[in-house]
């Protein structure tokens, strides 16, 4: 799945959550999590998303990367 780093950046801060609250949750490091927010990385294992949706308390879409078209 694709994630829209700058959309978890923003329902993280929201949160109130730091980088190792979700690289805990996701079973990732902070490292990889920061590149996913920095945009460096986006395609993650289905599972990892829906544990970093749970984490944020978000919907599995509110993390989607938007398609070529502007679909999630």
Excluded at 43 to 50: Q, R, S
């Amino acid at each position: 799945m694709r994630i829209d780093g700058t959309r978890l950046k923003k329902l993280r801060e929201g949160a109130d959550l730091r980088l190792a609250d979700i690289a805990v949750a996701a079973d990732l490091s902070e490292r990889r999590i920061g590149q996913i927010e920095a945009g460096k990385l986006s395609n993650v294992n289905l599972n990892i998303a829906k544990a970093i949706a749970k984490r944020l308390g978000a919907k599995l879409e509110d993390l989607a990367q938007a398609g070529p078209e502007g679909e999630a």
